[in-house]
């Protein structure tokens, strides 16, 4: 079974409209961590959020939120008013608390904002 | 800001060739890690490294692969005798010793391109 599963493989908003970028995750670790990495085309990996599995609060940075259903084991971004340069791949990768340091990735969301 | 740098950000070489990718982490952190990511697909993890050994590897991480961390800067991954499939974006990342640690900054990025 996959670790990591975002189900979106394109996806468009509107400028300045909001979107969701879907994943799921499979653990049955109770400590784990879920990363969100924006990687545009010159190919860099952004570290963009970060949720701890025991985080009482949705995580926030900026324009970008976590929205964290632990009895789902969904953690989806959101990214508010979207803006031209957010067009990248997304990645939503895991750290388990029991298998060291090491982050499992998921396929990727490819994200196109619409002028 | 510190960040993690990579050199060269593109190495072009011959099949059955050795190479030898090279990253600086950031200097307070102690955890390395060398990951791939194949044109078009997932983000794999390779290996990761403390306290001047291996902590973990995946089984992508067989013997044409080893790891150095050669003085107290560089971090540096070795392909033994290249092949086609090797060629791929190698992303060195680190992270603070906490073993929980809420961010995970990678490099810019190695374009390894086996010809």
């Known amino acids: 079974a996959q670790k990591i599963t975002q189900t979106q493989p394109g996806m468009f908003v509107q400028e300045k409209e909001a979107v969701t970028l879907d994943c799921t995750y499979d653990t049955s670790d109770p400590s784990y961590g879920l990363f969100w990495y924006k990687q545009p085309s010159s190919g860099e990996m952004i570290f963009l959020i970060y949720q701890g599995s025991y985080d009482q609060q949705n995580a926030t940075e900026g324009r970008y939120s976590l929205n964290f259903q632990k009895a789902r084991k969904s953690a989806n971004l959101v990214i508010s008013a979207s803006q031209l340069g957010d067009s990248a791949m997304y990645f939503c990768a895991m750290r388990e608390g029991g298998a060291g340091n090491m982050l499992t990735f998921g396929g990727g969301t490819r994200l196109m904002v619409k002028p | 800001e510190p960040e993690v740098t990579q050199t060269p950000s593109h190495q072009v070489t011959q099949m059955g060739q050795e190479v030898i990718l090279r990253c600086v982490p950031i200097?307070?952190?102690?955890?390395f890690y060398w990951y791939r990511q194949i044109l078009g697909q997932k983000v794999e993890f390779l290996v990761s490294f403390y306290n001047n050994e291996i902590s973990e590897k995946s089984e992508i991480f067989d013997d044409q692969f080893s790891v150095e961390r050669p003085d107290g800067s560089n971090f540096t991954l070795k392909i033994r005798s290249t092949k086609l499939e090797d060629s791929a974006m190698y992303f060195c990342?680190?992270?603070?010793?906490?073993?929980?640690?809420?961010?995970?900054?990678f490099g810019p990025g190695t374009r390894l391109t086996v010809t």
């Open positions: 200097s307070n952190h102690l955890y």
């Open positions: 990342a680190s992270s603070e010793a906490l073993r929980r640690s809420r961010t995970r900054d």
